[in-house]
């Protein structure tokens, strides 16, 4: 049985790093959903919070599946993303830096890899 492998280039790579560092970044705007879990409250008592918790890691995966062929709306969205913690949080600078920092960097690779294509196509 013949086996067919994908040779690993640079350009998949760059394809595929915004999508999976935006995945990513759900899971780990997840995990702090589950806090609500911690007062002592009941499973059912808590789902409804965990569930609105989970709000910005669903917008996230949202986003991405927009973005999958059309590379400029993800580098727009995540930028939109990260602006907009950036002014809720602007009094903690900390915060800012570890939930913008990384919606930043995924709009950036969105865009590079946006310019990329457009410069292929052109090409």
Known sequence: MATTTIAASPEKAWLWAPRLLALAVSLF???????????????????????????????????????????????????????????VARDHVSWIAVISGPLALVAVLYLWVSTRRQKQAAA
């Open 29 to 87: 705007l997840g995990v702090f959903s589950l806090d609500v879990f911690s007062d002592g409250r009941s499973f059912f008592e808590a789902l409804p919070d965990f569930l609105m918790h989970l709000v910005p890691a669903a917008i996230v995966i949202a986003i991405v599946a927009l973005a999958w062929r059309r590379e400029w709306i993800g580098g727009v969205a995540f930028t939109a993303l990260a602006a907009a913690y950036a002014i």
